[in-house]
């Protein structure tokens, strides 16, 4: 048995983790009371860089982290961050900042077989990102004609589906509106 430091309960020692360099080679404070001070001290580095330390976090684990859903579109196929940012978090703090970060606001490279760098990078709206992608197939004239031949009821939607090489469900988003947007059809990079 052992007493927290912070929450004063006295636990098993199970209910600490383990530290060599201790005495009696547990730390002083318990699991529960150690992850709520891990929570606390990410939430408030998060207020603090405005969630630019999210974004980072996140592209570092686009990139080197194997077992990151995402990792096979990423680190995968050999994109990475470049050195200054990767080693150096003030640099992508700073540049983040004079170059139009809000919150809100996504990371995007502006050619997708390059990495992260400060010339390939910018900051863009979740729709506009989505529609920059490897995985996007369709044009800005793709689109403006699935809604012609859908307007005009020329063909169905599972027609024009497998005339372009997507699913019946991208074609009905797109005709009712719900992604491809008309602002976002005329993002430039």
Same mark, same amino acid.
């Given at each position: 048995?052992? =007493? ?5 309960? =006295?636990?098993?020692?199970?209910a600490f983790h383990k530290d060599r ?6 730390? %002083?404070?318990?699991?529960? $009371? ?8 990410w939430r408030d580095k998060l207020d603090?860089?405005? !969630? ?25 196929? !050999?994109?990475?961050? $470049?050195? @200054? ?16 970060? @809000? ?8 050619? %997708? ?5 400060? @010339? ?15 995985? $996007? /197939? ?6 403006? $004609? ?40 005329? /993002?430039?990079?």
């Open positions: 048995m052992k =007493t927290c430091k912070t929450c004063k309960k =006295t636990l098993p020692l199970s360099n201790l005495k009696d080679g547990y730390r %002083n404070i318990c699991k529960q $009371c150690a992850c709520q001070r891990s929570r606390k001290s603090a860089t405005n !969630g630019l330390l999210d974004v980072l976090h996140s592209m570092k684990h686009r990139c080197y982290n194997p077992r990151h859903n995402s990792y096979s579109r990423y680190g995968g196929r !050999g994109i990475e961050i $470049c050195e @200054e940012w990767l080693f150096d978090e003030n640099q992508f703090y700073q540049w983040a900042i004079n170059n139009g970060y @809000e919150k809100g606001l996504q990371i995007d490279r502006i050619d %997708n077989s390059k990495g992260y760098a400060p @010339e390939n990078c910018r900051f863009v709206t979740p729709a506009q990102n989505q529609h920059n992608t490897d995985r $996007c /197939v369709l044009s800005d004239d793709d689109i403006r $004609c699935i809604r012609n031949l859908h307007s005009n009821r020329r063909k169905s939607q599972r027609q024009i589906a497998k005339f372009f090489g997507v699913s019946q469900s991208v074609i009905s988003r797109i005709c009712s509106g719900k992604t491809w947007k008309e602002e976002s059809l005329c /993002v430039t990079p």
